[in-house]
C-alpha cells in the first residue's frame, strides 16, 4: 500500500500536522460521492474501537511537552479508558488520587462532539492546536513529556542540547522508538517512508536528531523526509542567536541522515498581497506552512491510477538530481482555481509567489534572485499548464543526452480545501460566497541560494558555539555547501577564461 508513517515532536509540528491531518479527512468520501482519488490506506491505520465497530485512524505520533495537547485526550470517542499496567499491583494501601483541572474543550470542539455545525475560529479563541483538531487519533499516537511544562519559564525546553539529553535519558529508560513508532510500522505492507515534522531551531531540534539516528538503524535506506520548522518571529537578540546556532547544529546533523531536509520559516518574506497573516498566531503561521507542505507530498497518497502518482523517492530523484543535495527549498504560489487562465506562467515567470526557505542572518533574499538550479519536483493542484506542457517537462528532463536540472512536474485535479479548521489566510481568493478549494503550485528545488543561506548561518554561529564543537560544526555545514557548487561553479570558470 506504500503507507507513510508520520512523526510530530513539538508545539510548531503540531499545530502545522492539525492542519494536515485535517485535510486528509476531508478527502474521505461517504455513499453516493465519486471515489476520492487520495488513498486513505496510506497515512490511515483501520482498526476496532471499544464498541466493536472498524476505527480509522492516522499512522502517527505525536509528542507534546506537558500542557501541550490542551483539551486533547488519549480516550476519546472511539476507544475507551483502560487501566494503565505499569501501575497494577504496585501499591495495595489506599490511595488519593490528585487530578489537575482538565482543559475544557473549545466552543469549536463542542459543536463538532455535538454533530452542529462549528461557530468560526479565530486567533483569540484558538489556545491549542487541538482546539481545532477534526481528527481522532489512537491511544498509542498520544505521547507527552512529562518532563518539562510548555512556556516555562523556570526550565525552559530552548536549548539544543537539552533536548538531546531528554531524548537519550528516556530512550535509555524506555526504547521510545520500539514503544512508540514500532507497532504503527508492523502495521504496514510496504512502507514508502516516514516524514517528521519537528521544531528545529529549539530544543526539539537536539530531540529530532537523536530520533532520527534511532530511526535510520532501524529502517535502513527508507526514504524518510524531515519539515525543520524554524520560528520567524522577531526576538531578542539573545534569543535570535540561540536559535541560529540549534538550526544551525540540526541542519549539519540532520542533514547526514535524512534521505531529504526541508527548513521551514513560519514567516516567509515578502508575502504576496493576497496572503494575509498574524504572525504572532501559530494558528496562522503554521495553516500557511501546511498548505505547502500538504501540496508537496499529495502525489505521495494519490491511488496508483492517477497520472499525478509519484513517491517519496521518486520526486527525490528530480530535485536531488542523483547527487548527495539533500537540503531542499520548499516554494509556493496559491490562486483561485477560476482565474488561473489569468495567471498562467509566461517564460519570464520562473519563480513562485512564496518562498519558504529561512532567511540568511543577513536578510531576506530576494525570490527574484538569479541562482543556479540543480533539480526540482513540481506539485500542481489545478490546470495550471496544459498537461501536454507539464508531460513534455519531466520528459524532457529525462532525456539520454539532457544535462541541465532535472524537472518532475505532477498535475492534479485535487485542489486544497479550506476547512472550517483553517483560518481566512487567503480570503481575498475566495469569492463573498465562501471559502472555495484553491488551486496551488509548489516547488521542492536544490539550487544555488541553499548553500549561500548555509555559509551565512554558519558564519554567524561559528561565532557563538563553543570552541569544543566549532570545527565540526562549521566544517560539515561547509561540506554541505560543496554539494550545491561543484560542477557548475567549475564550469562557469571555464568560460570565463575561454572569454
Known amino acids: 500500500m506504500h503507507e507513510i508513517l508520520t512523526l510530530q515532536l513539538g508545539q510548531q509540528s503540531n499545530y502545522l500536522a492539525t492542519?494536515?491531518?485535517n485535510t486528509q479527512e476531508s478527502y474521505f468520501t461517504y455513499g453516493g460521492q465519486?471515489?476520492?482519488?487520495?488513498?486513505?490506506?496510506?497515512?490511515?491505520r483501520p482498526g476496532i474501537g471499544a464498541d466493536g465497530s472498524e476505527t480509522y485512524t492516522p499512522r502517527t505520533v505525536i509528542y507534546d511537552l506537558k500542557g501541550?495537547?490542551?483539551?486533547?485526550?488519549?480516550?476519546?470517542?472511539?476507544y475507551a479508558a483502560e487501566e494503565d499496567p505499569v501501575f497494577q499491583g504496585l501499591w495495595n494501601g489506599p490511595t488519593v488520587p490528585h487530578r489537575q483541572t482538565p482543559i475544557p474543550p473549545s466552543t469549536y470542539q463542542q459543536?463538532?462532539?455535538?454533530?452542529?455545525?462549528p461557530p468560526p475560529l479565530t486567533t483569540s479563541s484558538v489556545r491549542y492546536w487541538s482546539d481545532y483538531n477534526r481528527v481522532f487519533y489512537h491511544p498509542k499516537s498520544i505521547v507527552q513529556i512529562a518532563e518539562y511544562e510548555l512556556q516555562s519559564q523556570l526550565v525552559p525546553f530552548e536549548q539544543w542540547d537539552v533536548g538531546e539529553e531528554l531524548f537519550i535519558n528516556l530512550d535509555r529508560e524506555h526504547d521510545l522508538l520500539d514503544r512508540d513508532l514500532r507497532p504503527f510500522a508492523e502495521e504496514c505492507d510496504q512502507l514508502q517512508g516516514l516524514q517528521v515534522i519537528a521544531g528545529v531551531d529549539d530544543a526539539w531540534g537536539g530531540f529530532a536528531t537523536k530520533y532520527l539516528e534511532r530511526m535510520r538503524d532501524e529502517f535502513g535506506k527508507a526514504s524518510i523526509w524531515i519539515w525543520g520548522l524554524v520560528d520567524g518571529n522577531e526576538a531578542a537578540r539573545e534569543k535570535r542567536l540561540q536559535r541560529l546556532v540549534n538550526s544551525a547544529k540540526?541542519?549539519?546533523q540532520i542533514t547526514a541522515l535524512a534521505s531529504v531536509y526541508v527548513p521551514m520559516t513560519s514567516i516567509p518574506s515578502p508575502l504576496p498581497s493576497y496572503a494575509k497573516m498574524d504572525n504572532s498566531?501559530?494558528?496562522h503561521t503554521s495553516a500557511l506552512q501546511a498548505t505547502a507542505l500538504e501540496s508537496m507530498t499529495l502525489p505521495g497518497r494519490l491511488r496508483t491510477v492517477a497520472e499525478a502518482r509519484a513517491t517519496f523517492a521518486d520526486l527525490e530523484v528530480a530535485f536531488t538530481n542523483h547527487g548527495n543535495r539533500k537540503i531542499a527549498s520548499l516554494g509556493m504560489s496559491v490562486a483561485n482555481a477560476d482565474q488561473l487562465k489569468e495567471r498562467m506562467r509566461t517564460d519570464d515567470e520562473e519563480t513562485l509567489d512564496i518562498s519558504l526557505l529561512p532567511?540568511?542572518?543577513q536578510g531576506p533574499q530576494r525570490l527574484g534572485s538569479k541562482a543556479h538550479l540543480f533539480g526540482s519536483a513540481e506539485v500542481l493542484r489545478g490546470p495550471w499548464e496544459p498537461d501536454q506542457d507539464v508531460e513534455g517537462a519531466t520528459l524532457e528532463s529525462k532525456g539520454r543526452f539532457h544535462t541541465g536540472p532535472t524537472i518532475r512536474k505532477c498535475q492534479t485535479a485535487q485542489l486544497f480545501p479550506q476547512l472550517s479548521s483553517f483560518p481566512p489566510i487567503f480570503a481575498t481568493l475566495s469569492p463573498e460566497s465562501g471559502a472555495t478549494p484553491l488551486a496551488v503550485r509548489t516547488s521542492l528545488s536544490t539550487s544555488s541560494i541553499v548553500s549561500d543561506r548555509i555559509r551565512a548561518m554558519s558564519a554567524t554561529a561559528r561565532r557563538f558555539v563553543g570552541l569544543a564543537e566549532r570545527e565540526a560544526l562549521c566544517n560539515g555545514l561547509e561540506e554541505i555547501c560543496d554539494e550545491y557548487v561543484e560542477g557548475w561553479?567549475?564550469?562557469s570558470d571555464d568560460d570565463d577564461d575561454e572569454a
Do not use: T, Y
Open 19 to 21: 492542519h494536515f491531518w
Open 250 to 252: 540540526s541542519m549539519q
Open 34 to 44: 465519486d471515489e476520492s482519488l487520495v488513498d486513505h490506506d496510506i497515512h490511515f
Open 359 to 361: 532567511s540568511s542572518p
Open 68 to 78: 501541550g495537547f490542551g483539551s486533547l485526550r488519549k480516550i476519546n470517542a472511539l
Open 111 to 117: 459543536h463538532l462532539d455535538a454533530g452542529l455545525d
Open 281 to 283: 498566531s501559530l494558528w
Open 489 to 491: 561553479e567549475s564550469e
